[in-house]
């Protein structure tokens, strides 16, 4: 097979079949799925190429190496970085990652920040994800017609249930089964293992919390890779805990690794960097997109790409930004907008919560590698009795460790025994952290900035989100309940938590989400159960923009699923000559 980079290309006056916008874990997938249906397909990025290996810098470079011990120049961080720097993933190894703050700014209102969190090359987010990969089920997607909030889901678990096994095979996921109605099973590889101190807590909260269970997250890590993933150069997970930096062995599921190389096999892909879309070019003629416009990032010069069908899959913000910025006297205020939802209804996950407490004994036990995922407990509030004081509910993310050398270091000491002490590891501790659904809400919004651009002539995107009263409620119900838990399974000096505002605000979950919503009234949405706009019949939007809740689940697994689902509906419509 030809490299990926023979397929680059800047102009062109070709008509494609289809243009997918972005290349993160939705256009990677688009682009694998149209490709391999029969469509000659364009994939655009703003960002630049980053090839599979080659470019993974930070991979196995050890922090001690790197002139800051693997920290990023403060001076630097604040200048380019002051938004990403607040990302777990982000260190000297992975900023070539993250978007340059200071090149793409946006705007909020004063004392409401939003922390977008960004990737800014080819694989985008893909390379830098959670990889925490969870089915919703039927009390997600029927959450909204319960209790009133947001539009009822066009689709259902059946809708997608095929096609969440169909990206499950793919990607490699592994899991335990559970047969949990609140967290269907899926098509699994070996889950990763408990350490002896969370087998010993899981039984006993299994026994004492059920119907509630801890079980091990789900994640897309290979453990028992199929042929498929082994012809694909993929490996069994290292358990390395670099994931972040890119991963050599392919072990987890990445656009590059993975549904770019299935794309190009093809020889239908087609793919150009560097690309900036400023708008979807529309035919008020004809009712149909026919293209995008683009920004060469590094000359500035504009062109256009052409096709019969444009799948937006740029992010959820920056796809609902290319719309709004996408105008024209049949949609003045953003292209396919006559419901006038496009850009309302944002939502993330409620994180910042939970309890952390001290386990004793089991000081001959430890553990080996650094495994990507953790113990997990899904949804179990507001499940079957609802609680009195706020709607959905949350999961809890947990684990146990021991103290490292780091902590043991901060402990008063001196000399030969200090030294011997701190490669001695210390104590157990063992926390619960939630993340909860947020309610889907008009005033959470974005627009276009009237007159802020950046540095390429880009209207900046203004950001207007807030926790609701419902959020806070079940924030402190999170950290009130991992606490109570912490003590019945015996832990020890037992601390809870509610992180302020200017510590964890919306959009640190980056799992950013709404903006261009799916639903069956086209009066009260933007796109249909097939994530087609109902204005624009050969205009897709596949990432999370199409959200119309946010269950408590991440989502990824979710928008890869949609995705796939689309991208047959496009091709089926093709055969039938219907776009």
Same mark, same amino acid.
């Given at each position: ?167 499950? /095979?793919? $990607?490699?996921?592994?899991? &335990? ?12 590889? *070996? @889950? =990763?293992?408990?350490?002896q101190v969370e087998l010993a807590l899981k039984a006993k909260f299994d026994a004492r919390f059920a119907p509630a ?94 096709? /019969?069908? $444009?799948?937006?899959?740029? &992010? ?12 024209? *006297? @049949? =949609? ?140 806070r409620k079940m924030l402190k119900d999170i950290a009130a309940t991992a606490a109570d838990m912490l003590e019945q ?66 989502p990824s697994l979710t928008y890869m699923a949609m995705t796939a689902r689309a991208c047959d509906h496009i091709a ?8």
């Amino acid at each position: 097979m030809k490299p990926v980079s023979s397929f680059y290309i800047k102009k062109s006056a070709e008509v494609f079949d289809a243009i997918v916008v972005g290349s993160g874990i939705t256009g990677g997938w688009a682009a694998k799925e149209l490709c391999e249906k029969g469509l000659k397909t364009l994939m655009v990025e703003r960002g630049r190429p980053v090839e599979h290996q080659k470019d993974y810098i930070g991979e196995g470079v050890d922090s001690w190496k790197m002139p800051n011990r693997g920290k990023v120049d403060s001076k630097l961080a604040e200048e380019q970085y002051a938004v990403q720097k607040q990302c777990y993933a982000f260190d000297d190894h992975t900023k070539h990652f993250f978007n340059n703050d200071r090149d793409m700014p946006y705007s909020t209102p004063e004392g409401r920040p939003f922390s977008w969190i960004r990737g800014n090359q080819l694989g985008g987010r893909s390379l830098t994800w959670g990889r925490q990969t969870y089915r919703w089920s039927d009390l997600d997607f029927g959450a909204n017609l319960k209790d009133g909030h947001g539009v009822d889901w066009p689709i259902r678990y059946a809708d997608l249930a095929p096609w969440y096994s169909h990206v499950e /095979r793919h $990607v490699g996921v592994s899991g &335990s089964r559970e047969n949990l109605a609140v967290l269907p099973d899926g098509e699994f590889q *070996p @889950a =990763f293992e408990f350490n002896q101190v969370e087998l010993a807590l899981k039984a006993k909260f299994d026994a004492r919390f059920a119907p509630a269970r801890m079980i091990m997250g789900r994640c897309a890590h290979l453990t028992a890779p199929s042929a498929a993933q082994s012809a694909q150069g993929r490996a069994n997970c290292q358990a390395r805990h670099q994931c972040q930096r890119g991963c050599s062995f392919g072990a987890y599921f990445s656009t590059q690794s993975s549904t770019l190389p299935a794309a190009a096999k093809t020889g239908r892909l087609r793919i150009a960097t560097h690309a900036i879309v400023h708008s979807v070019l529309y035919d008020a003629s004809t009712n149909r997109a026919t293209g995008v416009r683009v920004i060469d990032s590094e000359t500035l010069e504009t062109r256009d790409y052409h096709a /019969r069908v $444009v799948v937006l899959c740029a &992010s959820a913000l920056a796809s609902t930004a290319i719309l709004l910025n996408s105008t024209s *006297p @049949a =949609f003045p205020t953003g292209l396919g907008n006559s419901s006038g939802v496009l850009g309302h209804y944002l939502m993330d996950h409620l994180f910042g919560a939970g309890a952390v407490g001290k386990i004793d004994g089991f000081e001959q036990d430890y553990y080996r590698g650094k495994r990507p995922t953790n113990p997990y407990v899904p949804r179990f509030r507001n499940v079957h009795d609802q609680h009195p004081e706020f709607l959905r509910g949350y999961a809890l993310s947990s684990g146990a460790v021991r103290a490292d050398w780091a902590e043991q270091g901060k402990s008063p000491g001196f000399g030969t025994d200090f030294k011997a002490r701190l490669v001695q590891p210390g104590g157990w501790r063992f926390g619960l952290y939630g993340q909860g659904e947020m309610l889907p809400r008009y005033e959470n919004m974005v627009s276009l900035h009237p007159t802020r651009t950046d540095k390429w002539g880009m209207p900046q995107l203004h950001i207007d989100c807030r926790y609701s009263d419902n959020d806070r409620k079940m924030l402190k119900d999170i950290a009130a309940t991992a606490a109570d838990m912490l003590e019945q399974l015996g832990a020890r000096q037992v601390t809870s938590y509610v992180a302020p505002l200017e510590a964890w605000p919306p959009g640190l979950s980056i799992h950013e989400m709404g903006t261009a919503r799916m639903g069956r009234d086209p009066r009260t949405s933007f796109l249909n159960g097939y994530n087609r706009s109902h204005d624009v019949p050969n205009l897709f939007v596949t990432d999370g923009a199409a959200m119309a809740s946010s269950a408590c689940q991440n989502p990824s697994l979710t928008y890869m699923a949609m995705t796939a689902r689309a991208c047959d509906h496009i091709a089926s419509r093709f055969k039938r000559r219907e776009l």
